[in-house]
């Protein structure tokens, strides 16, 4: 059984190798995104204020020619970091829940969404002052010249924070950024999980990249409309200043609603799928290709030392 013996695959590799596999696919996995993810930021802030809503050609285009192609890749560190730390925290997290609340050889969906619900709240509670870091960074673009922060870099973003503005605004927007990894975490890794079943049942496809790249899209395109309310949420909280109108989750996802229309909860949806569902391909291809690597190379580690 495919299922089975992957699962107990993972379970040679020790939870310290989990996480660090875990952070370095996120990471290499976002070299590939980042410039849709500024795109996405910069969409969902389009509408602030009753705007009207542009095409993601029409946002490519007023980037490239305000700011040049530099500007794709603004925050590109915080965006390491934010993997650095988020992507280890929550897949270290997740195999960790997982081996505590399965046997071994057991594969059970629901057990897969409590872990990842768990691994969701944990690691990006742990990884919001990242998070912050980087919407500022990426915002900076859009704002009016007396009002950027121009940030060099993301440890300049974490150390000017809270001498500016306090402590407590790292962990601005905490509320919908834990929300939605709890929602991500737990249809992205549990959809993916479940599409690779499906597919292999159904549709006789054999374990390979193929199989990931189908599995990862799923999971994508299921978190992407169950997440993107919260992101745009968290987006319009933490690029906020003080005494903002934005003030809880519940009240900036009702002022978006009341005031531009419910569906523009899920404003700039193409961009979002893009960044997550590209994401989602990139990441858990490149973590295959990573644990393998790791295995073949304890493998060898064993061999010459027997």
Same mark, same amino acid.
């Given at each position: ?5 992957s ?47 542009i ?13 040049g192609?530099k ?37 059970v ?9 768990? #691994? *969701?709240?944990?690691? /990006?509670?742990?990884?919001? =002052? ?5 919407? @500022? +960074?990426q915002?900076? %673009? $859009?704002?009016?010249p007396?009002q950027?922060?121009?940030?060099k ?46 597919y292999?049942?159904?549709?006789k ?13 799923? #999971? *994508?395109?299921?978190? /992407?409309?169950?997440?993107? =309310? ?5 987006? @319009? +909280?933490?690029?906020? %200043? $003080? ?64």
């Amino acid at each position: 059984d495919q299922t089975k013996m992957s699962s107990q695959e993972k379970k040679k590799i020790n939870k310290g190798a989990q996480f660090i596999i875990g952070g370095l696919a996120g990471m290499s996995g976002w070299l590939f995104i980042h410039p849709i993810d500024v795109l996405k930021v910069r969409m969902q802030l389009s509408t602030e204020g009753g705007g009207a809503a542009i095409s993601n050609s029409q946002m490519f285009k007023t980037v490239l020619s305000k700011e040049g192609p530099k500007a794709f890749y603004n925050g590109l560190s915080a965006g390491l970091m934010r993997q650095a730390t988020y992507a280890t925290f929550r897949i270290g997290f997740y195999e960790t829940f997982r081996g505590l609340l399965m046997k071994e050889g057991e594969e059970v969906l629901w057990k897969n969404a409590i872990s990842g619900v768990m #691994a *969701g709240a944990c690691g /990006s509670f742990l990884a919001n =002052p990242v998070e912050v870091s980087l919407v @500022r +960074m990426q915002a900076d %673009g $859009k704002l009016p010249p007396e009002q950027k922060r121009n940030y060099k870099h993301v440890f300049d973003a974490l150390v000017r924070i809270p001498k500016e503005e306090g402590f407590i605004t790292y962990f601005k927007g905490v509320t919908p950024t834990v929300g939605r990894a709890m929602v991500v975490n737990c249809t992205q890794l549990a959809t993916y999980s479940q599409s690779k079943f499906w597919y292999k049942k159904y549709l006789k496809m054999k374990e390979g990249v193929l199989l990931h790249s189908m599995a990862s899209l799923t #999971a *994508g395109f299921v978190y /992407s409309v169950a997440s993107l =309310p919260l992101d745009n949420a968290k987006t @319009r +909280m933490q690029k906020s %200043g $003080k005494g903002s109108e934005y003030s809880s989750l519940m009240r900036t996802l009702s002022l978006i609603a009341k005031r531009e229309g419910f569906m523009r909860l899920w404003n700039g949806f193409g961009m979002y799928f893009a960044r997550c569902g590209g994401h989602t391909i990139c990441m858990f291809i490149i973590m295959e290709q990573y644990r393998k690597f790791y295995l073949n190379f304890l493998s060898k580690k064993q061999q010459i030392y027997r």
